[in-house]
């Protein structure tokens, strides 16, 4: 007899049903038939093959109801919230935003430091869709979608990145034109922050910011990173500096 559950789960405000078997056939029986699925792993089941499955735990009994939604969000193409600051929400990217990234990556001023999105808009939504498969659900963390709370309005993007040659996770910003100096991105970014170091585990955090961009410059400084060790980026000079948490 093979374990079978639905458990409830409460997903902006409505009651949603996430199912758990030890059994991979029933598992691929319900996830094609639309279901969320997870997978209880267990000594009894270990000849089975469950390597098409994102989510196993051992102890379906104990499942947090935070666990659940993230589970839930991921199996049904649903972003998790990240977290809120006064003003913002910052939560995992969507494919719906790459519009939104356009207009604002169609200001000048953005990509005069800022490498520019693919020339194609489906070429950056299938970048998008990659992103999340690869990167979200493997590492729980990337660079994430900032939102503004009292209009619901894409006015950004910041969060944490891996940047290949060094040990430390990156943090990196962009605020469109219309939104900024208003303090957006200090306040967002102070909070990507403190999650970084409470839910992430970073005591350590770098950034590389052009030698020439004094705005971003001025608030790395505000936000308590240090050094300004000079690299090159290609053809362009950064200042590299540190922050301990």
């Known amino acids: 007899m093979c374990?079978?559950?639905?458990?409830?789960?409460y997903v902006e405000g409505q009651t949603v049903e996430l199912c758990i078997t030890d059994n991979a056939d029933r598992a691929r029986k319900l996830r094609d038939d639309g279901q969320a699925v997870l997978v209880y792993f267990h000594e009894g089941n270990g000849n089975q093959d469950f390597s098409d499955f994102i989510f196993a735990v051992e102890d379906p009994e104990q499942l947090e109801q935070e666990y659940l939604e993230k589970v839930y969000r991921r199996l049904k193409g649903l972003p998790w919230n990240i977290l809120e600051t006064e003003r913002c929400l910052v939560r995992e990217t969507m494919v719906e935003d790459v519009d939104s990234f356009y207009r604002i990556y169609n200001d000048p001023a953005?990509?005069?430091?800022?490498e520019d999105l693919y020339p194609e808009v489906e070429q950056e939504k299938q970048y998008v869709k990659e992103y999340i498969e690869k990167i979200y659900t493997y590492y729980e963390f990337g660079v994430w979608t900032v939102l503004?709370?009292?209009?619901?309005?894409?006015?950004?993007?910041?969060?944490?990145?891996?940047?290949?040659?060094?040990?430390?996770?990156?943090?990196?910003f962009i605020i469109?034109?219309?939104?900024?100096?208003?303090?957006?991105?200090?306040?967002?970014c102070r909070a990507i922050l403190k999650f970084g170091r409470e839910e992430l585990g970073f005591?350590?955090?770098q950034v590389?910011?052009?030698?020439?961009?004094?705005?971003?410059?001025?608030?790395?400084r505000k936000l308590g990173f240090e050094g300004e060790e000079k690299v090159m980026l290609g053809e362009r000079e950064h200042y590299r500096m540190l922050k301990y948490q």
């Open 3 to 9: 374990y079978f559950k639905k458990l409830p789960v």
């Open 110 to 114: 953005i990509t005069k430091y800022m």
């Open 148 to 172: 503004e709370k009292e209009s619901g309005e894409v006015i950004g993007r910041a969060g944490f990145s891996c940047r290949e040659g060094y040990a430390e996770p990156e943090l990196g």
């Open 176 to 188: 469109g034109v219309p939104w900024q100096r208003k303090g957006y991105a200090e306040e967002v």
């Open 203 to 205: 005591d350590r955090v």
């Open 208 to 220: 590389l910011v052009e030698t020439e961009n004094e705005p971003s410059l001025k608030l790395c």
